[in-house]
């Protein structure tokens, strides 16, 4: 076993070397620009991309013409929300989403609200979840689009996503979710889950950084955006600019191995991730899970670690364990995490909270090392309180 241990695997992802290995050649030989369809360089380039296309589409049961790529959730988030209200505009100017969503949706809606539009923003209970029969009460007339996230970044908690789907559909309005985090580590069926637009990221299932997607339903109904990206006219006018070859093949090339490995990964993965909670339960008290345990994505664990300040836990982990407080995103802010805030922790027990990301890599060996090292910097900073 190698030290340090990584275990931030919400923040981002190791590249898997069968990714890397499938992009290099757009770095060689196959750089043209996928636009260019009257020359051998440019039609290679348009097929390594229609690949990915059809990789993502099989990941999630969706159909190759109905991706969008883009430079990461970030930008598809922003795509779908502000790309729907201005399409949607003259049909109602009301928006319902949740408290813990990821900031890339949070700010959108916030613009969006200088701009006209209403947000309704769902609670969570003590668990992270949504209670869906609210959600259905804040369904208006003027109702254009509901945003949920599938698996949230800070706590892992799954929403019931499929109950959501039911709603929209019945009640006509479009839903868009945020898979930024689930893609890779749960099923993720977008004719299962009834939505019209998904956004995800290629660096949180191990592939590389600023590439991403939104995927966006093409018939029952067939969704229109208006583009916030103008220029030369790629993916149908949605989102102009060269598409990055290099990260769409790399990225679906991530899709593939996520798919065959799904399965395995889930239960490897949920293994590695009870037997750390296991060994804090065993080993420590005061110690709490945040968010739901039975709805949440295998590889996380959020606890709170009382009496204890979660810098002060991660320092002392003397750079051993890669593990973080609060979101990489928030975690250079001094405030407690809106999300832990939210499921009603104080602010004490926020501030004591770790989230621990377990990926593929990890192993059984370091989850045994990282806990031991866990439970000793908690005794420790325990006891430096108490005297
Ligand atoms: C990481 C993340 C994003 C942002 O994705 P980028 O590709 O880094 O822009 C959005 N939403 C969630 C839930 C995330 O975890």
């Given at each position: 076993?190698?030290?340090?241990?990584?275990?931030?695997?919400?923040?981002?992802?190791?590249?898997?070397?069968?990714?890397?290995?499938?992009?290099?050649?757009?770095?060689?030989?196959?750089?043209?620009?996928?636009?260019?369809?009257?020359?051998?360089?440019?039609?290679?380039?348009?097929?390594?991309?229609?690949?990915?296309?059809?990789?993502?589409?099989?990941l999630i049961g969706g159909k190759p013409g109905e991706v969008v790529f883009t430079s990461g959730a970030t930008e598809a988030n922003?795509?779908?929300?502000?790309?729907?209200?201005?399409q949607y505009a003259s049909k109602g100017n009301h928006i319902i989403s949740v408290t813990t969503e990821h900031k890339s949706v949070l700010d959108p809606l916030k613009h969006l609200e200088k701009k006209g539009f209403e947000v309704s923003y769902l609670g969570v209970n003590s668990e992270g979840l949504i209670d869906v029969e609210e959600l259905n009460s804040l369904i208006m007339d003027k109702?254009?689009?509901?945003?949920?996230?599938?698996a949230n970044n800070e706590i892992g908690v799954v929403q019931p996503l499929e109950e959501v789907g039911k709603i929209a559909k019945k009640r006509g309005v479009l839903l868009h979710s945020d898979a930024a985090q689930a893609l890779g580590k749960i099923?993720?069926?977008v004719q299962k889950l009834n939505v019209d637009l998904m956004s995800f990221s290629a660096h949180k299932m191990y592939g590389p950084k600023g590439v991403g997607a939104l995927w966006v339903r093409s018939y029952d109904p067939k969704v229109h955006l208006v583009a916030q990206m103008h220029g030369g006219g790629q993916e149908e006018g949605v989102r102009s600019g060269t598409m990055n070859v290099p990260g769409i093949v790399g990225f679906g090339?991530?899709?593939?191995?996520?798919?065959?490995?799904?399965?395995?990964?889930?239960?490897?993965?949920?293994?590695?991730?009870?037997?750390?909670?296991?060994?804090?339960?065993?080993?420590?008290?005061?110690?709490?899970?945040?968010?739901?345990?039975?709805?949440?994505?295998?590889?996380?664990?959020?606890?709170?670690?009382?009496?204890?300040?979660?810098?002060?836990?991660?320092?002392?982990?003397n750079?051993?364990?890669?593990?973080?407080?609060?979101?990489?995103?928030?975690?250079?802010?001094?405030?407690?995490?809106?999300?832990?805030?939210?499921?009603?922790?104080?602010?004490?027990v926020a501030n004591a909270a770790i989230r621990f990301g377990i990926g593929r890599s990890n192993t059984r060996e370091e989850i045994e090392y990282a806990s031991n090292k866990v439970i000793e910097v908690v005794h420790k900073l325990r006891l430096m309180t108490k005297s």
């Open positions: 076993m190698k030290l340090p241990i990584y275990l931030d695997h919400h923040a981002t992802t190791p590249v898997d070397p069968r990714v890397v290995e499938a992009m290099l050649p757009c770095f060689g030989e196959s750089f043209g620009n996928a636009a260019s369809s009257m020359h051998p360089w440019g039609i290679k380039a348009g097929e390594l991309v229609w690949q990915a296309r059809e990789q993502l589409a099989k922003n795509l779908a929300l502000k790309g729907v209200c201005e109702t254009i689009l509901i945003s949920v996230m599938l099923s993720v069926d090339k991530a899709c593939e191995i996520a798919k065959e490995n799904l399965e395995e990964d889930i239960k490897r993965i949920t293994e590695l991730r009870n037997d750390l909670l296991e060994k804090f339960e065993k080993n420590l008290d005061e110690i709490r899970v945040n968010g739901s345990l039975e709805h949440r994505l295998p590889g996380n664990l959020n606890m709170s670690f009382e009496h204890t300040e979660s810098d002060a836990v991660l320092l002392g982990l750079q051993e364990v890669g593990a973080s407080s609060g979101s990489a995103c928030d975690s250079e802010k001094l405030e407690p995490s809106y999300v832990l805030k939210e499921i009603g922790l104080s602010t004490d």
